[in-house]
């Protein structure tokens, strides 16, 4: 009997210590639902995923979904804002530090030809327009605020 509430407690531990996390988990391609706009997540170029600081996830199918939401939401403090590298599809990197690219040669699933990327250097080995345009973190964000 002693046994048994030991391994029941351990057991509730480990349950609560992997509901409290934080941490970002990875997108379920095919399977997983977009939050803001309910379309499944298909696309390992495009997807994003949102944690809050009490660890509630948030996935988005492009980040013309996860943007938007994140405006609208009065919480500021968040554990992960994650994009996909669209060089390197399925890999989430940290959204504030991507480099983003509005460019009609690269359709994204909600239509508004945006991608994110590493580095900039990612960037200009895509094949680019004169109409094509560069953004921060910072300027992704003014531009949906408008």
């Given at each position: 009997m002693h046994s048994v509430k030991i391994l029941l407690?351990?057991?509730l531990t480990i349950?609560?210590?992997v509901r409290c996390s934080t941490e970002p988990q990875p997108i379920v391609y095919g399977e997983d639902q977009c939050h803001s706009?309910?379309?499944i997540i298909a696309d390992p170029r495009f997807g994003s995923e949102l944690v809050t600081s009490?660890?509630?996830i948030y996935k988005f199918d492009a980040i013309e979904c996860l943007v938007p939401t994140l405006l609208e939401w009065e919480e500021t403090a968040f554990a992960h804002l994650l994009v996909s590298d669209y060089k390197q599809p399925g890999t989430l990197?940290?959204?504030s530090k991507a480099q983003y690219l509005i460019s009609e040669l690269v359709p994204s699933p909600m239509g508004r030809y945006l991608s994110a990327y590493h580095s900039i250097e990612d960037i200009r080995s895509q094949i680019l327009t004169k109409d094509d345009r560069r953004l921060s973190w910072n300027d992704l964000l003014r531009e949906f605020a408008k």
């Amino acid at each position: 009997m002693h046994s048994v509430k030991i391994l029941l407690l351990a057991g509730l531990t480990i349950f609560f210590l992997v509901r409290c996390s934080t941490e970002p988990q990875p997108i379920v391609y095919g399977e997983d639902q977009c939050h803001s706009c309910k379309m499944i997540i298909a696309d390992p170029r495009f997807g994003s995923e949102l944690v809050t600081s009490k660890g509630k996830i948030y996935k988005f199918d492009a980040i013309e979904c996860l943007v938007p939401t994140l405006l609208e939401w009065e919480e500021t403090a968040f554990a992960h804002l994650l994009v996909s590298d669209y060089k390197q599809p399925g890999t989430l990197i940290d959204a504030s530090k991507a480099q983003y690219l509005i460019s009609e040669l690269v359709p994204s699933p909600m239509g508004r030809y945006l991608s994110a990327y590493h580095s900039i250097e990612d960037i200009r080995s895509q094949i680019l327009t004169k109409d094509d345009r560069r953004l921060s973190w910072n300027d992704l964000l003014r531009e949906f605020a408008k």
